[in-house]
């Protein structure tokens, strides 16, 4: 055993011997399958599919209030809101001019100039009324448009703001 001790080319090739053999033991390994493209759980498909549906959602109803924003409705009903909140004695005049014109405005749109731009005084409640799908008593209330807007400057303090706060609101209904 001592001559196996000191001789050093014996050790190694009974070492290669060793190494030999028991590389002639080793397997092969089996290939590890193929990784998916996105290996996920369906808990994250489930989160990801309604991610990405509330997105869709946010996008769609963000175009379609934006888009609304650039209408005539949109620019009307945010002039009478404005009206609205303006309204006091002083200015109560200026208010019922302008929603006098816009009421007429309006009404020119949505039927004919030649079936409405020619009509003044009850006449042009009567039609106001006939043609309301609310069904707003314009001959009643509306006399604030046809009077005021006829009546001397700074005459506003005579001017009823509830009445006028409402032929504002009637107005709104009138728009959509």
């Known amino acids: 055993m001592e001559g196996i001790i000191n001789n050093?080319?014996?050790?190694?090739?009974?070492?290669?011997?060793?190494h030999d053999m028991m590389l002639g033991k080793l397997q092969d390994i089996d290939g590890v399958d193929s990784v998916d493209w996105l290996p996920l759980a369906p808990g994250w498909w489930a989160l990801i599919i309604i991610i990405t549906l509330l997105l869709i959602k946010l996008l769609i109803s963000f175009l379609r209030k934006r888009a609304y924003r650039q209408t005539w409705q949109y620019k009307i009903l945010e002039e009478l809101e404005q009206m609205q909140k303006r309204l006091s004695p002083p200015v109560a005049q200026d208010v019922t001019i302008k929603l006098s014109e816009i009421i007429r405005?309006?009404?020119?749109?949505?039927?004919?100039?030649?079936?409405?731009?020619?009509?003044?005084?009850i006449a042009w409640l009567s039609w106001l009324r006939q043609h309301d799908h609310y069904k707003f008593d314009w001959e009643k209330h509306g006399k604030l448009l046809i009077e005021s807007v006829y009546a001397a400057p700074n005459d506003g303090n005579k001017i009823l703001l509830k009445e006028l706060s409402r032929l504002i609101e009637a107005t709104k209904k009138w728009v959509v």
Request: net charge positive; charged share 30%; glycine share 8%.
């Open 8 to 18: 050093k080319d014996l050790q190694k090739k009974l070492a290669n011997q060793i």
């Open 105 to 121: 405005r309006l009404a020119m749109y949505k039927y004919s100039r030649i079936e409405c731009a020619g009509l003044e005084g």
